[in-house]
Nanobody, 121 residues
Framework: QGQLVESGGGSVQAGMSLRLSCSAS????????MGWFRQPPGKEREFVGL???????TLYSDSVKGRFTISKEGASTVYLQMNRLEPEDTAVYYC???????????????WGQGTQVTVGS
């Protein structure tokens, strides 16, 4: 379950939606936490949201709360549904796996390669 692969990024206009997918190479352990992070151009990587795999409990950053939704499917796929996108959402988006219910990127051990999301005004 070490390898993570994101997909679904692209270029859209403000107000539109995108759904990102993150697939793990193996089964995601029930004790895992899957996080989504993003890195805007010229800025540090920041927390977007997370889901605890066994309970489905989610947590979101204030900047995306109410617009983004994290869900899971099967044993190895997690989604990030992004609605009402804004130019400020432009970033490379990463999924990551950890074991702590944490917003800190340092608590995540496995990372995908990232997928670019660009939102035009």
């Amino acid at each position: 379950q070490g390898q993570l692969v994101e997909s679904g990024g692209g270029s859209v206009q403000a107000g539109m939606s995108l759904r990102l997918s993150c697939s793990a190479s193996g089964r995601i352990y029930s004790s895992s936490v899957m996080g989504w992070f993003r890195q805007p151009p010229g800025k540090e990587r920041e927390f977007v949201g997370l889901i605890r795999w066994n309970t489905g409990r989610t947590l979101y950053s204030d900047s995306v709360k109410g617009r983004f939704t994290i869900s899971k499917e099967g044993a190895s796929t997690v989604y990030l549904q992004m609605n009402r996108l804004e130019p400020e959402d432009t970033a490379v988006y990463y999924c990551a796996r950890g074991s702590q219910y944490s917003t800190s990127l340092h608590d995540y051990n496995y990372w995908g390669q990232g997928t670019q999301v660009t939102v035009g005004s």
